[in-house]
């Protein structure tokens, strides 16, 4: 067995600073109502930050609220309850969501033309990276032309085009068969050492999480709650059959099943509450 220091991170508080690029959520909450009536409560008193250039990774079950704490930072929907800090935030999310009219250099550039660059000088700046990028000779290929992990690199660097210090990544290799996405890891990787920014990136792999993040957030079964957050202070590149690597995978896995283990608990006093008449809330 190979032994890891595993470094906890304690919840941050209103009163830390917060750089330009930075984010900051401090007890952060969202309820959905039901068009049948109820309510779906998603998160509730997340907080956490990240600070300019940082990679946060937030891990955690299906239906725990991830995708809406991405909205929440782009500013796409307001928090019920709680402060969000940020810089303007682009979001790449889980599919593509390339045009298929347009070709691969156009749907990269897109971000620049709702900017008001024109179409010309929008293209040349996209199609200058594609080299960067892996994507050389593939300009003029419409998205039906590409391969899964090439359209995904399109769309990441259409993200990244928006000119936004803050990214937000919502699954960005869930859909990619298991080659490609360790391929995609890597990109990624080496894309943001050469543009740095500051990442929030949802994944349900929690070893996509130890081989990317700086840190790694993990949230609880809905409401979705910051289980505990865990630095990862291992060098780059990372190689995932590494000793300390797997062992940090293991960790992190073995918290994500003890807080949705916990939150069942609640879950389920908190129902059998309700059917006595009481406040499950309580």
Known sequence: MVATEVKARPQPSGAERLDGDGLMLSGVSRTYSMREGG???????????AAHGELLAVVGPSGCGKTTLLELICGLQAP????????????MPQRDLLLPWLDAADNAALALRIAGLSRVRARSRASSLFAELGLEGFQNARPAQLSGGMRQRVAFLRTLLSGKTLLCLDEPFGALDAITRAEMQGWLA????????????????????????????????????????????????RVRTDGAVVALREHALGILSLGTAATGDV??????????GEDPRA
Not at 39 to 49: Q, T
Not at 195 to 212: F, K, N
């Open 39 to 49: 309510a779906v409560r998603a998160l509730a008193g997340v907080s956490l930050d």
């Open 80 to 91: 019920d309850g709680g402060e969000i800090s940020c810089a303007p935030a682009a979001l």
């Open 190 to 237: 080496d894309a943001l050492r050469r543009e740095p920014r500051t990442v929030v990136l949802v994944t349900h792999d929690v070893e996509e999480a130890v081989m990317l993040a700086d840190r790694i957030a993990v949230l609880s079964t809905r409401p979705g709650r910051v289980i505990e957050q865990l630095e990862v202070s291992l060098a780059r590149p």
């Open 267 to 276: 879950e389920r006093a908190g129902g059998e509450r309700a059917a006595r």
